[in-house]
T-cell receptor, first 115, second 114 residues
């Protein structure tokens, strides 16, 4: 079974801090995604990556960046955290390009609070 | 851009009642459709999916969904809900033209009263 592991379940940071959220998958999937989940808004795509060192902006990339140095790891970076980035962050992965009929596998999420 | 609309944000039902959650999407081309469920404190998991063939799709735990292309709809149904179905349900769509990106609806929170 696919395992998507997010490094923290809960995280509290201060405004202006640089924040790193880590995600690791163990099934050699090429595509990885970062979403944020907010009540009444569902999941919104921040960034995704279809290969090592490749990244594409999603629907709400402002204030975020990503890093994919290894296939199994996809990091989300909040360059200078702000209170409006308080949210639940979800990482997901699917197999190779074109596998759009395959379901995404999600991590447990990181609930991030910015004070 | 694609969008997904879920008709109700909160639904409250008694056990044994029938359930139908509405989902409409905007894209007119070939689509793949999913329903995900998130039980309290758990990660999102796939309930069912449609990508071709029979438009009536059966998923886990007695759920089913019907793809009606002419109505751009993919409604989720269950004949008799249980207390354990209390969860948040998300409809999502993707298409080859939109790449591998999943577009999610806002979610429907279902509470089943025992």
């Amino acid at each position: 079974d696919v395992k998507v592991t997010q490094s923290s379940r809960y995280l509290v940071k201060r405004t202006g801090e640089k924040v790193f959220l880590e995600c690791v998958q163990d099934m050699d999937h090429e595509n990885m995604f970062w979403y944020r989940q907010d009540p009444g808004l569902g999941l919104r795509l921040i960034y995704f990556s279809y290969d090592v060192k490749m990244k594409e902006k999603g629907d709400i990339p402002e204030g975020y960046s990503v890093s994919r140095e290894k296939k199994e790891r996809f990091s989300l970076i909040l360059e200078s955290a702000s209170t409006n980035q308080t949210s639940m962050y979800l990482c997901a992965s699917i197999p190779g390009v074109g596998e759009i009929s395959q379901p995404q596998h999600f991590g447990d999420g990181t609930r991030l609070s910015i004070l | 851009a694609q969008s997904v609309s879920q008709h109700n944000h909160h639904v409250i039902l008694s056990e044994a009642a029938s359930l139908e959650l509405g989902c409409n999407y905007s894209y007119g081309g070939t689509v793949n459709l999913f329903w995900y469920v998130q039980y309290p404190g758990q990660h999102l998991q796939l309930l069912l999916k449609y990508f071709s063939g029979d438009p009536l799709v059966k998923g886990i735990k007695g759920f089913e969904a019907e793809f009606i292309k002419s109505k751009f709809s993919f409604n989720l149904r269950k004949p008799s809900v249980q207390w354990s179905d209390t969860a948040e349900y998300f409809c999502a769509v993707t298409s080859m033209e939109y790449g591998n990106k999943l577009v999610f609806g806002a979610g429907t929170i279902l509470r089943v009263k025992s």
